[in-house]
Structures are given as structure tokens and as C-alpha cells.
């Protein structure tokens, strides 16, 4: 099993550009995260999807999409990135229950200029 | 929202030294997870406290959930330099809610 992958692992854009942060996750799991990681902050979460069909804006959601392409995939989109959209991006998958680990994929660093 | 936060943010000891991290929340907790996450890594789960009083130890590392589930702690007995990282609480308020709430992190460092 891989786990949860992400791609790509690095990423420089300019302001205004656009682009999609993929997630895939093997484990069947039902709820998958997004977050953001900044120096001093913790991770705060983006976006969420409890169940293939379904998302909800996490903490700081502005300037982002998502889509839960099928039970494995949950894709994060910048429209038109910003500098403060400067950041390491987590995604992370669970299976609701007894035992409730999150699971977290290798991480995008993303650099906007 | 529920907020949890965590004390100190960084700590530096000598290699041998004990280290702990203290995870606070305002509202009673439904449980508390730990995760380690390595330089350059991603967080990775360490354990799930879940009854009032609950202690758990793993080797060196203790872990505690306070009584009244508002707090909880992670202890370090005779760090080593593998002990080094971000260590984070993580927080559900409500048995089952989707969403995880991170303390900002204790960043520990050694000296060896």
C-alpha cells in the first residue's frame, strides 16, 4: 500500500496563475483533509470531504476549490494564486470509527512569487 | 471555533535531557491524538487518548489526558537525537465530528 500520495512535491507559480494539487489515497477511506502548513501555525485546515460527494470548508478555505473526483482522489485547486498562498499543503485521509488516524501524504510545497 | 492551544512552541535540550509539551482547550474534549512530524516530513500519528485520566506510554514518551478532558500532555524521558521534530496535539470536540483541530506545534531540538 502506498497510502496517500500527492503530486506534485514542489511547485514555484507566479501571482495569478492557476493549478491543481492532486491527493490519491489506497487505504478505501471515506474522509479525506486538506491543509496548509505555515511557520508558527500549526496545520489549519482548507477544505474537507467526509464521504465520496460531499465537501466542507474547513478554517481557511478562501482562494481554493475542491473536488472528490471518487473515493480515492480529493484534488485541491488555486485559481489565481497569491504570495500568501505560499505554504506546504497536506492532504490526509481517515476512516471514521473506533481508532480515527489521520493518515498524511508526503506534502506539495508550493512557492508563489 | 474550538481552539487548542500548545505550550512551549520551541525547546531546546541536552541530549538526556526529559522535554514536555502541554496541549490546553477551553471546551471539553471528545479525545486528543499526538502526532510527530520529522524535518522536511509529514505528521505522522502517534497515539489517541480518549478516557478522562487516560495515561499511555510508548518506551520514552508518556502520554496523559487530563480529568476534566480539557488538556493534555506528552513526556520525553532521556531525549535522543531521534526524538527531534515538531510534536502536535490534535483535538475532536465532539465523538465522530470530521474535523481535527491542531495545536500549533513544539518544535524540539537537541543537543547531543
Known amino acids: 500500500n502506498a497510502g496517500v500520495t500527492q503530486t506534485p512535491k514542489f511547485q514555484v507559480l507566479k501571482t495569478g496563475q492557476s493549478m491543481t494539487l492532486q491527493c490519491a489515497q489506497d487505504?478505501?477511506?471515506?474522509?479525506m483533509y486538506w491543509y496548509r502548513q505555515d511557520p508558527g501555525m500549526g496545520l489549519r485546515l482548507i477544505y474537507y470531504?467526509?464521504?465520496?460527494?460531499?465537501?466542507d470548508k474547513g478554517e481557511v478555505p478562501n482562494g481554493y476549490n475542491v473536488s472528490r473526483l471518487n473515493k480515492r482522489e480529493f484534488s485541491l485547486r488555486l485559481e489565481s494564486a497569491a504570495p500568501s498562498q505560499t505554504s506546504v499543503y497536506f492532504c490526509?485521509?481517515?476512516?471514521?470509527?473506533?481508532?480515527?488516524?489521520?493518515?498524511f501524504g508526503p506534502g506539495t510545497r508550493l512557492l508563489v512569487l | 471555533g474550538q481552539q487548542v492551544m500548545q505550550i512551549p512552541q520551541y525547546q531546546h535540550v541536552q541530549e538526556g535531557e526529559d522535554f514536555t509539551t502541554y496541549c490546553n482547550s477551553s471546551?471539553?474534549?471528545?479525545?486528543i491524538q499526538w502526532y510527530k512530524q520529522r524535518p522536511g516530513g509529514h505528521p505522522v500519528f502517534l497515539i489517541q487518548?480518549?478516557?478522562?485520566?487516560e495515561v499511555k506510554k510508548q518506551k520514552r514518551l508518556t502520554f496523559q489526558f487530563g480529568e476534566a478532558k480539557k488538556n493534555s500532555s506528552l513526556h520525553i524521558t532521556a531525549t535522543q537525537t531521534t526524538d527531534v521534530g515538531t510534536y502536535f496535539c490534535?483535538?475532536?470536540?465532539?465523538?465522530?465530528?470530521?474535523?481535527?483541530?491542531f495545536g500549533q506545534g513544539t518544535r524540539l531540538t537537541i543537543n547531543p
Open positions: 490534535a483535538a475532536r470536540g465532539i465523538q465522530g465530528a470530521q474535523k481535527l483541530v
Open positions: 487518548l480518549v478516557k478522562s485520566g
Open positions: 490526509a485521509s481517515r476512516q471514521p470509527g473506533r481508532k480515527e488516524t489521520q493518515y
Open positions: 471546551t471539553t474534549l471528545s479525545n
Open positions: 487505504m478505501n477511506h471515506n474522509s
Open positions: 470531504s467526509a464521504s465520496e460527494g460531499t465537501t
